[in-house]
């Protein structure tokens, strides 16, 4: 299976669906990833504060695929925005992964009562320099603090990893990204499975397209321009979540997914304006 990529707005690619990891730790987790990448996912989502870089490194490792074959996100947390913090921190956060350099590395939340993410962003842009990370970005960015960071330092983001699921669509964020050039990822795609399949007239495209909720949903990110990271364990379930580049949702369709927002199915009570996370 070989996953289409996007041109990120730096030059680089990145696969067009994702492994999320969260809750993925140990050895448990190590094998989950490995059999992610087995199965063919080219992108894998870690964070320092996941607590699991490690076993995702050797997962990668363990693979012997070519290392510019995978695309390895990870993330700044919130305790870290510091300058030197942040530099530090990159670094532990590539050794922990027992790899050279990192293919995107994401401020993890603006944390804008801590007032230190444009420090953090300055770190990223100068270790991008170094070559320690190929592509930098943010996520849960909200447009303030995207025209922030890009007045004080000049750099726009490549990616804003943001909630997107069809109750939070977030068509608004979209189209700010989009219009900076910022590629929009989407955590929580499947709003961790709590029940997709009754959405409003979700059993009748499972049936018309053949495809499982958690399959359309997929699908509806990816062609909203939305590179989805499911997180799943299951190696059934990380294969199925493969499968949806042999279909096509039609434009009514698309338009009916994102038509039921409900901003009280949040996954985290997570207003990147108040919500601190460190
Ligand atoms: N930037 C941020 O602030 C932020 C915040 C949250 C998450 N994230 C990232 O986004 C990733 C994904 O989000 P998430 O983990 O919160 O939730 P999610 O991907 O929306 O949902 C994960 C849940 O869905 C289940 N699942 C996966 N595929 C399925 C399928 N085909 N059928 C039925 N159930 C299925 C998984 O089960 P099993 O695992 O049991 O297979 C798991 O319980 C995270 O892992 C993390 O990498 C980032």
Redesign the pocket.
């Known amino acids: 299976m070989d996953v289409p990529t996007y041109e990120l707005n730096d030059g680089n690619l990145i696969p067009q669906i994702g ?6 730790n140990g050895y448990e987790g190590r094998d ?1 990833v490995a059999n992610a990448i087995r199965a063919g996912y080219r992108l894998i ?3 320092f504060n ?1 607590e699991n870089e490690g076993a995702v490194g050797a997962a990668i490792r363990s693979i012997g695929i070519p290392r510019e074959q995978i695309f390895v996100t990870s ?1 700044l947390p919130g305790r870290h925005h510091r300058y030197d913090l942040a530099v530090k921190s990159i670094e532990e956060s590539i050794a922990r992964l027992g790899l050279e350099y990192l293919d995107l590395h ?1 401020i ?2 603006p944390n804008p009562k801590t007032g230190l993410y444009v420090e953090a962003w300055q770190a990223l842009i100068d270790c991008q320099k170094r070559g320690l990370i190929r592509s930098i970005g943010v ?2 960015f909200l447009p303030e603090h995207l025209e922030r960071i890009i007045s004080e330092t000049g750099v726009t983001p490549a990616v804003n ?3 997107r ?1 069809p109750y939070i669509p977030q068509d608004a964020q979209l189209q700010f990204d989009a219009g900076l050039g910022i590629r929009t990822e ?8 709590r029940g997709l399949e009754t959405l409003p007239g979700m059993a009748a495209l499972e049936e018309k397209y053949g495809k ?1 909720a ?2 359309i949903v997929l699908r509806w990110h990816i062609q909203s321009g939305v590179i ?7 190696p059934v ?2 294969q ?2 493969l499968h949806v580049f042999d279909f096509e949702l039609d434009a009514e369709d698309m338009a009916a997914l994102g038509a039921n927002p409900d901003p009280a199915k949040t ?2 009570e ?1 207003n990147p304006n108040t919500h601190e ?1 460190m």
Do not use: F
């Open positions: 492994l999320g990891t969260y809750s993925l989950a989502d870690t964070a996941y993330k994401l993890h939340w996520s849960n990893q943001i909630q699921h989407a955590w929580s795609p499947l709003y961790r499975a499982s958690v399959q989805p990271i499911p997180k799943a364990a299951n379930r990380q199925a979540n996954v985290v997570g996370e």
